[in-house]
């Protein structure tokens, strides 16, 4: 099961392009890399899943170098509804869903 | 709305008592997930079911079992209950193991 490591907190203000990267070193040839958003007292939900390179939907973009050890989400023009906990996983077809501390994002005005 | 279904939404209970939580998933959905969430907490990975057959354990209590139905919906059972085991707990389904997963609202539990 691949680890992962994003950082614990990230700031911003309304309006700005957010970008957190995720640190998976041992990712698997089989491994895909999601993430999701939580806000409080709520379950997560699902923004977006790669496996290489760049994938755009209307919520997010995802960029993952070709050595994949590494990705980044990208949150195009954030508002103050984007604050909540940002999860990376890796995951796979056989592994369990794990999730991390994940980093929690905070939008100013 | 996720499609995930989870009942009851709040529950309040005594120490040493039993309880049961239950998760419909999402039309069509195979696999069923279970994570623990006290306050301020991370996600703690319980146990998954896929097609009524455990397939992977977390970090599960023994005074915790859970179990998926026939009919793939899934309950959770928590016995002995202890102050500590106050947490919103989530079920999540998806279609294969591990492919986009989609969460409940949840269930607040708390234990007096």
């Known amino acids: 099961l691949a680890k992962t490591t994003q950082p614990i907190s990230m700031d911003s203000y309304e309006g700005q392009e957010v970008n957190i990267t995720c640190s998976h070193n041992?990712?698997?040839?089989?491994?895909?890399i999601t993430w999701y958003q939580q806000f409080p007292s709520q379950g997560p939900r699902f923004i977006i899943q790669?496996?290489?390179t760049k994938v755009t939907n209307e919520v997010a973009s995802l960029f993952i170098p070709a050595d994949r050890k590494s990705s980044t989400l990208s949150l195009p023009r954030v508002s103050l509804s984007d604050t909540a906990v940002y999860y990376c996983?890796?995951?796979?077809?056989?592994?369990?869903?794990?999730f991390g501390t994940g980093t929690r994002l905070q939008v100013f005005p | 709305d996720s499609g995930v279904t989870q009942t009851p939404k709040h529950l309040i209970t005594a120490t040493g008592q039993r309880v049961t939580l239950r998760c419909s998933p999402r039309s069509g959905d195979l696999s069923v997930y279970w994570y623990q969430q006290s306050l301020d907490q991370g996600l703690q990975f319980l146990i998954q079911y896929y097609n009524g057959e455990e397939r992977a354990k977390g970090n599960i209590l023994e005074r915790f079992s859970a179990q998926q139905f026939p009919d793939l919906h899934s309950e959770l059972n928590l016995s002995s209950l202890e102050l500590g085991d106050s947490a919103l707990y989530f079920c999540?389904?998806?279609?294969?193991?591990?492919?986009?997963?989609?969460f409940g609202q949840g269930t607040r539990l708390t234990v007096v």
């Open positions: 041992n990712i698997a040839t089989n491994d895909y």
């Open positions: 999540a389904s998806s279609v294969l193991k591990n492919t986009e997963a989609f």
């Open positions: 996983l890796v995951v796979n077809n056989t592994d369990k869903l794990i």
């Open positions: 790669g496996y290489k």
